[in-house]
């Protein structure tokens, strides 16, 4: 069973920089599409970008050009570098393997104006 852990959320400043880490525990790992969703206050949870077992990755359109997915397999963790930031990225960011239904317990990412 893999098991994920975030970090790297905070306070930041409108154009600023975060890069978001998930530790996965398990060694089925390599196997799963693995993405990050969001949720703001009041909206429901969106993807933010996944990247497939082969590396292959999908934004969200508000993300497409500031946000960036990338995996590493042999340290089991997935990164999401975020640029550029603005009021409207402020959410909880969770790492997800959403084949499985999987979700860590997400980190708070606030973006002041």
């Known amino acids: 069973q893999v098991q994920l852990r975030e970090s790297g959320g905070g306070l930041v400043q409108a154009g600023g920089s975060l890069r978001l880490s998930c530790a996965a525990s398990?060694?089925?790992?390599?196997?799963?599409?693995m993405g990050w969703y969001r949720q703001a206050p009041g909206k429901q949870r969106e993807l933010v970008a996944e990247v497939t077992t082969r590396g292959s990755t999908n934004y969200a359109d508000s993300v497409k050009g500031r946000f960036t997915i990338s995996r590493d397999n042999v340290k089991t963790a997935v990164y999401l570098q975020m640029n550029s930031l603005n009021a409207e990225d402020t959410a909880v960011y969770y790492c997800?393997?959403?084949?499985?239904?999987?979700w860590g317990q997400g980190t708070q990412v606030t973006v002041s104006s």
């Open positions: 398990g060694s089925l790992f390599r196997t799963y599409t």
């Open positions: 997800a393997a959403r084949s499985i239904n999987l």
